[in-house]
């Protein structure tokens, strides 16, 4: 069956323009997660949604970060004002339930110059 | 606070070999432990996943220990072969958190 999906793949964008990251989790799986990862370093715990709602968001690093999953299948990870720091692969998962296997996407890659 | 680390960064080593990729963690609170494989410039697959209440998991020349008590994991990889070259990481779920926290993985490459 089909994996994690994530678009789009790459983004080059200019500070302080907004951005919007798409992840398409495996179908039925109600927990939804987003990392971060810079190069070198493994992946940083960002937010967690089981269904719709935002579990956990305690490694959202300002309130420029924002992400929802409003019927509980596609998330959006949303970045207003972005600084050349955010630059980053960003990582969505998602699992069966809350403390199941994670299965992983491909990524987007958000370069900000 | 949890952290999680992997010794070592890099190995190379050559095909064939049979070899062992180290992880630990500070806090023993964790639910499962998961072993990824990531290949340059993209994702992460899962490889073995080790419940909290096992001891061992494997998978074809992949074999995942746990050792909670004394905040370790090993990756044991037999036979190696160029293909297994890649970013091995490790991450633990946390105990009351949904979320796992990773280790800065080892870059393996097997020299042919």
Known sequence: GAGVSQTPSNKVTEKGKYVELRCDPISGHTALYWYRQSL??????????????????SGLPNDRFFAVRPEG???????????????????????????????????????VL | KQEVTQIPAALSVPEGENLVLNCSFTDSAIYNLQWFRQDPGKGLTSLLLIQSSQREQTSGRLNASLDKSSGRSTLYIAASQPGDSATYLCAVGIQGAQKLVFGQGTRLTINP
């Open chain 1, 40 to 57: 070198g370093q493994g992946p940083e715990f960002l937010i967690y949604f089981q269904g719709t709602g935002a579990a956990d968001d």
């Open chain 1, 73 to 111: 299948s596609v998330s959006t990870l949303k970045i207003q004002r972005t600084e050349r720091g955010d630059s980053a692969v960003y990582l969505c998962a998602s699992s069966t339930t809350s403390f199941g296997e994670q299965f992983f996407g491909p990524g987007t890659r958000l370069t």
